[in-house]
C-alpha cells in the first residue's frame, strides 16, 4: 500500500542532544514538508522542499534541520539549539504544488512521532 | 497573514445530535480549503477540499460547505465513531504553494 511511514513513534531527546525523525513516502510525490503539532495549536509548518536537493524554511525553522538527498525521503534532525522541541511531529507530502492548481496542494500526513525531553 | 480560526474549540453531542463546526478565515485569495480528520495520537486524514464560494461536498454523514468568508462542517446524525479533532486549513494567493495554514481544530466527542 502507498503511504507516508515515520519512524519511530515515540522519541526520548536527552539535553544537548540533537535527534533525527524519519520520513519516507513511496507515493511517488514530489513535494514532503514538516509540520509540528502542540496541543490546542495549529499545526505549524517547519521546513518544506518541493523537488529533490531544495527545500525551504517554514514559519518554525529555528533550532531544526532537514535534508532531502532523495526522492522519498525528508529526515528531520531536531538539535540542541531548539529549546522546547517536546511537541508531535508530523511529515506529509503532496503532488508537486504550483502544478494541477491547489489539488496538488492536497497533503497525505503520516501517523507522526511524539518527542519528549528527558 | 492568512488566518485560520476554528470554533468552538471543543463539542460534545450526543448520538443523533446534529451539528456543525465553524472555520473562519481572513487571507488574500483563497486557493483551496481542506477540511482533515485526526484521531488521537496518529496523522491527519484527508476529507474534503473546496475551492470556491457556494461549493459543498459530502461524504457519509459529513458534509462542508463554503462562503467568502468561512466554511462548515456539517454532522448529521452522529455516532460515537465521529469522535475526532476536525482541522481546517487553506492556502492562498499570498503564500507560496504548498504552505498551508492551519486552523487550532474542533474536538468533537460523541456520546452513545
Known amino acids: 500500500d502507498g503511504g507516508i511511514t515515520q519512524s519511530p513513534k515515540y522519541l526520548f531527546r536527552k539535553e544537548g542532544q540533537n535527534v533525527t525523525l524519519s520520513c519516507e513516502q513511496n507515493l511517488n510525490h514530489d513535494a514532503m514538508y514538516w509540520y509540528r503539532q502542540d496541543p490546542g495549536q495549529g499545526l505549524r509548518l517547519i521546513y518544506y522542499s518541493q523537488i529533490v536537493n531544495d527545500f525551504q524554511k517554514g514559519d518554525i525553522a529555528e533550532g531544526y534541520s532537514v535534508s532531502r538527498e532523495k526522492k522519498e525521503s525528508f529526515p528531520l534532525t531536531v538539535t540542541s539549539a531548539q529549546k522546547n522541541p517536546t511537541a508531535f511531529y508530523l511529515c506529509a507530502s503532496s503532488l508537486r504544488p504550483g502544478t494541477g492548481g491547489s489539488t496538488n496542494e492536497k497533503l497525505f500526513f503520516g501517523s507522526g512521532t511524539q518527542l519528549s525531553v528527558l | 497573514e492568512d488566518q485560520v480560526t476554528q470554533s468552538p474549540e471543543a463539542l460534545r453531542l450526543q448520538e443523533g445530535e446534529s451539528s456543525s463546526l465553524n472555520c473562519s478565515y481572513t487571507?488574500?485569495?483563497?486557493?483551496?480549503l481542506f477540511w482533515y480528520r485526526q484521531d488521537p495520537g496518529k496523522g491527519p486524514e484527508f476529507l474534503f477540499t473546496l475551492y470556491s464560494a457556494g461549493e459543498e461536498k459530502e461524504k457519509e454523514r459529513l458534509k462542508a460547505t463554503l462562503t467568502k468568508k468561512e466554511s462548515f462542517l456539517h454532522i448529521t446524525a452522529p455516532k460515537p465513531e465521529d469522535s475526532a479533532t476536525y482541522l481546517c486549513a487553506v492556502s492562498a494567493g499570498g503564500t507560496s504553494y504548498g504552505k498551508l495554514t492551519f486552523g487550532q481544530g474542533t474536538i468533537l466527542t460523541v456520546h452513545p
Open positions: 487571507v488574500s485569495g483563497l486557493r483551496g
